[in-house]
Protein backbone atom coordinates (compact mmCIF):
# COMPACT_ATOMS: atom_id res chain seq x y z
CA UNK A 1 0.00 0.00 0.00
CA UNK A 2 1.01 3.51 -0.82
CA UNK A 3 1.38 6.06 1.73
CA UNK A 4 2.56 9.45 1.25
CA UNK A 5 2.68 11.92 3.98
CA UNK A 6 3.18 15.99 3.49
CA UNK A 7 4.45 18.19 5.96
CA UNK A 8 5.88 21.49 6.06
CA UNK A 9 2.76 24.12 5.31
CA UNK A 10 1.95 27.07 7.52
CA UNK A 11 1.61 30.70 8.09
CA UNK A 12 4.14 33.20 6.56
CA UNK A 13 3.91 37.08 5.44
CA UNK A 14 3.99 37.72 2.00
CA UNK A 15 7.41 37.18 0.14
CA UNK A 16 8.07 34.89 2.82
CA UNK A 17 9.73 31.22 1.89
CA UNK A 18 8.38 27.31 2.44
CA UNK A 19 9.75 23.81 1.85
CA UNK A 20 7.21 21.57 1.43
CA UNK A 21 8.09 17.65 1.91
CA UNK A 22 5.93 14.92 0.95
CA UNK A 23 7.63 11.28 2.12
CA UNK A 24 6.69 8.02 -0.17
CA UNK A 25 6.62 4.46 1.64
CA UNK A 26 8.91 2.19 -0.52
CA UNK A 27 11.27 3.18 -2.81
CA UNK A 28 9.03 4.25 -5.79
CA UNK A 29 9.79 8.18 -5.74
CA UNK A 30 12.81 7.42 -8.83
CA UNK A 31 10.21 5.26 -10.51
CA UNK A 32 7.19 7.24 -11.72
CA UNK A 33 5.62 10.64 -12.13
CA UNK A 34 5.02 12.57 -9.16
CA UNK A 35 3.51 16.04 -8.54
CA UNK A 36 1.80 18.80 -6.25
CA UNK A 37 -1.10 20.06 -6.84
CA UNK A 38 -2.89 22.94 -4.72
CA UNK A 39 -6.99 23.24 -3.70
CA UNK A 40 -7.59 26.63 -2.44
CA UNK A 41 -11.69 27.68 -0.38
CA UNK A 42 -14.01 27.48 -3.15
CA UNK A 43 -11.52 26.52 -6.32
CA UNK A 44 -10.53 23.43 -7.66
CA UNK A 45 -7.54 21.37 -7.18
CA UNK A 46 -4.77 23.05 -9.54
CA UNK A 47 -1.80 21.45 -10.69
CA UNK A 48 1.18 23.53 -9.39
CA UNK A 49 4.27 21.52 -10.37
CA UNK A 50 5.04 18.11 -11.50
CA UNK A 51 8.85 16.02 -11.97
CA UNK A 52 9.00 13.12 -14.63
CA UNK A 53 11.22 10.00 -14.28
CA UNK A 54 13.65 11.73 -15.96
CA UNK A 55 13.53 15.06 -14.06
CA UNK A 56 11.65 16.78 -16.27
CA UNK A 57 9.51 19.25 -14.58
CA UNK A 58 6.72 21.22 -15.57
CA UNK A 59 5.61 24.13 -13.94
CA UNK A 60 2.22 26.36 -13.74
CA UNK A 61 2.59 29.73 -15.10
CA UNK A 62 1.39 31.51 -12.01
CA UNK A 63 4.65 29.94 -10.06
CA UNK A 64 7.30 29.64 -12.69
CA UNK A 65 10.33 31.20 -11.16
CA UNK A 66 8.94 31.19 -7.43
CA UNK A 67 8.41 27.15 -7.01
CA UNK A 68 11.16 24.27 -7.47
CA UNK A 69 10.05 20.82 -7.54
CA UNK A 70 12.54 18.09 -6.70
CA UNK A 71 12.90 14.71 -5.18
CA UNK A 72 15.67 13.18 -3.49
CA UNK A 73 15.38 9.36 -4.50
CA UNK A 74 17.01 7.99 -1.51
CA UNK A 75 15.27 9.24 1.05
CA UNK A 76 12.04 8.74 -1.32
CA UNK A 77 11.01 11.98 -0.92
CA UNK A 78 9.37 14.72 -3.02
CA UNK A 79 9.69 18.63 -2.14
CA UNK A 80 8.70 21.79 -3.18
CA UNK A 81 10.56 24.85 -2.85
CA UNK A 82 8.80 27.51 -2.69
CA UNK A 83 9.81 31.18 -2.32
CA UNK A 84 8.50 34.62 -3.13
CA UNK A 85 4.95 33.84 -1.57
CA UNK A 86 1.92 36.01 -2.45
CA UNK A 87 -1.59 35.23 -0.78
CA UNK A 88 -2.65 33.58 -3.77
CA UNK A 89 -0.50 30.92 -2.62
CA UNK A 90 -2.79 29.95 0.26
CA UNK A 91 -4.25 27.03 -0.43
CA UNK A 92 -4.07 23.45 0.77
CA UNK A 93 -1.27 21.72 -0.93
CA UNK A 94 -1.33 17.81 -1.58
CA UNK A 95 1.33 15.47 -3.20
CA UNK A 96 0.24 13.32 -6.31
CA UNK A 97 2.31 9.76 -7.00
CA UNK A 98 1.40 8.50 -10.39
CA UNK A 99 1.59 4.36 -10.92
CA UNK A 100 -0.55 3.83 -13.72
CA UNK A 101 -3.35 3.57 -14.03
CA UNK A 102 -3.33 4.91 -10.07
CA UNK A 103 -2.79 8.46 -8.84
CA UNK A 104 -2.33 7.99 -5.28
CA UNK A 105 -2.77 11.18 -2.74
CA UNK A 106 -1.56 12.56 0.31
CA UNK A 107 -3.93 13.95 2.73
CA UNK A 108 -2.50 17.84 2.56
CA UNK A 109 -0.59 20.47 4.29
CA UNK A 110 -1.72 24.06 4.75
CA UNK A 111 0.09 27.12 3.46
CA UNK A 112 -1.18 30.05 4.25
CA UNK A 113 0.28 33.44 3.38
CA UNK A 114 -0.80 36.78 4.73
CA UNK A 115 -0.87 40.05 3.00
Known amino acids: QVQLVESGGGFVQTGGQLRLSCAAS????????MAWYRQAPGKERELVAS???????YYADSVKGRFTISRDNAKNTLYLQMNNLKPQDTAMYYC?????????WGRGTQVTVSS
Open 51 to 57: IGVGGST
Open 96 to 104: QLVVLPTYY
Open 26 to 33: GSIVRTNI
